[in-house]
């Protein structure tokens, strides 16, 4: 599902900082309703910061970030989420003491009062992930990394997602997870949810994308369709092993 709508999502020469490190550099992107839009580039080109900057668990040092036309650039991380952006974190982040269940019920915390909405949202992730409902009474900390990030995902979706950040959701995981994560991913794109993915597997990321952006450094250094980054001779060579 695309739309050519005014941007679901528009950042404009957004800029973040670790002490005097400058992380993010004039950084400027849009995602528009429905689609799916990738983030590329090697680690440490400020993938990450981005989306924690997006979602306002890092500070943004300039810049602006509308959302749905709103100016969010100053939004406590708290009424981010209440606006309707939903970050998967990378590294998973699940809380490993308690179980699969009221992770995802922590997810929902904001529409925790919608208990007819709560039961079938939380259904559908078991839909999308079979194997969290067989381990729905488990410690979240017991469970595989593949399993986890699940987790992460379905705790995300749990938000009432208007648009989705998903940090490097193949990270660590074997080929046959990697597969699965993204066939998820694209499946969840295809049923409406508007999707801004991290990723450092360049070439899978942008096989589902309908946009993408290649970071370097804390810049944006090239922005145009998954298709034509696919094909850029400079990409294929830096990133997707040609």
């Known amino acids: 599902m695309r739309s050519t709508d005014a941007p679901l999502l528009a950042v404009e020469g957004l800029c973040s900082h670790y002490g005097p490190i400058r992380a993010l550099s004039d950084v400027s992107l849009t995602v528009r309703q429905g689609e799916l839009v990738a983030i590329v580039g090697a680690n440490g080109a400020g993938k990450s910061t981005l989306l924690r900057s997006l979602s306002a668990v890092q500070p943004k040092s300039a810049g602006t970030v509308r ?131 991290v990723e450092q597997n360049a070439r899978a990321a942008l096989r589902i994308a309908h946009q993408g952006y290649v970071l370097e450094t804390g810049r944006v250094v090239m922005a145009a369709s998954a298709r034509e980054l696919l094909s850029d001779e400079a990409v294929r060579k830096a990133y997707l092993g040609h």
Not at 91 to 96: K, M
Not at 184 to 189: G, K, M, P, R
């Open 67 to 197: 959302f749905a036309g709103e100016d969010i650039t100053r939004l406590p991380s708290h009424k981010v989420v209440a606006r309707g952006i939903c970050h998967a974190p990378e590294g998973r982040q699940v809380f490993a003491p308690l179980t699969v269940e009221d992770n995802l019920r922590l997810g929902a915390y904001p529409h925790r009062r919608d208990r007819r909405w709560l039961e079938r949202e939380i259904a559908r992730v078991y839909d999308l992930f079979p194997i969290l409902r067989e381990r729905s009474g488990q410690a979240a900390g017991t469970l595989s990394g593949g399993q986890q990030q699940m987790l992460s995902i379905g705790r995300a979706l749990l938000g009432r997602p208007r648009l989705l950040l998903l940090d490097e959701p193949s990270m660590g995981l074997a080929p046959l997870l990697v597969e699965e994560i993204f066939r998820v991913v694209q499946e969840l794109n295809q049923q409406g949810v508007t999707v801004l993915l």
